[in-house]
T-cell receptor
Framework: DQQVKQNSPSLSVQEGRISILNCDYT??????FLWYKKYPAEGPTFLISISSIKDKNEDGRFTVFLNKSAKHLSLHIVPSQPGDSAVYFC????????????FGQGTTLQVKP | DTAVSQTPKYLVTQMGNDKSIKCEQN?????MYWYKQDSKKFLKIMFSYNNKELIINETVPNRFSPKSPDKAHLNLHINSLELGDSAVYFC??????????????FGQGTRLTVV
């Protein structure tokens, strides 16, 4: 039972345009959400996070939006750059304080020059 | 200076062998984890340790045994390797999850291939 889902396996956008990556979750106990970026042959690196008490968090070109009623979050990258080409993972944690992250299956973003 | 380092990066071994993957973090974090990324690219937690104490033990075969000699190290030992154990194994660390700082820092991964 996959509690965090990224239904788009891949996304291709033109450099300078907006990239929107989506993530859905089913567990209402999740209260903290994270996005990770992964290049080939490297480990995931933390990108941005959002607490369930917020609906938006912005960090430079990256903005994460959270819609709790829809159990949906999205990552916006504006403007997209070729160096953003990577696999993006959505992850969620609950209030159990174990640090356990539940990951989606990832979306491969390709930004074309 | 690598924050979370794993060795080896690649590991090819025969079925039935016993192997270990080592992990070290120099971030001063209290909690360390092992995640497995299978052929379908899902990243799933296997174990976590907080200050050398086992916190999470997901449904993992007993052939997998984590060992934490100190809070900066978390090694993974796998007995009697099977073909289905082939995957990429990631070590990670984070500050005290109780502080709700759950951003985990990952190592570069160990690609295990069982033949």
């Amino acid at each position: 039972d996959q509690q965090v889902k990224q239904n788009s396996p891949s996304l291709s956008v033109q450099e300078g345009r907006i990239s929107i990556l989506n993530c859905d979750y089913t567990n209402s106990m999740f209260d903290y959400f994270l996005w990770y970026k992964k290049y080939p042959a490297e480990g995931p690196t933390f990108l941005i996070s959002i607490s369930s008490i917020k609906d938006k968090n912005e960090d430079g070109r990256f903005t994460v939006f959270l819609n709790k009623s829809a159990k949906h979050l999205s990552l916006h990258i504006v403007p997209s750059q070729p160096g953003d080409s990577a696999v993006y993972f959505c992850a969620a944690s609950d209030s159990s304080n174990t640090g356990k992250l539940i990951f989606g299956q990832g979306t491969t973003l390709q930004v074309k020059p | 200076d690598t924050a979370v380092s794993q060795t080896p990066k690649y590991l090819v071994t025969q079925m039935g062998n016993d192997k270990s993957i080592k992990c070290e973090q120099n971030l001063g974090h209290d909690t360390m984890y092992w995640y497995k990324q299978d052929s379908k690219k899902f990243l799933k937690i296997m174990f976590s340790y907080n200050n050398k104490e086992l916190i999470i033990n997901e449904t993992v075969p007993n052939r997998f045994s984590p060992k934490s000699p100190d809070k900066a190290h978390l090694n993974l030992h796998i007995n009697s390797l099977e073909l289905g154990d082939s995957a990429v194994y990631f070590c990670a660390s984070s500050q005290d999850p109780g502080a709700r700082i759950t951003e985990a820092f990952f190592g570069q991964g160990t690609r295990l291939t069982v033949v």
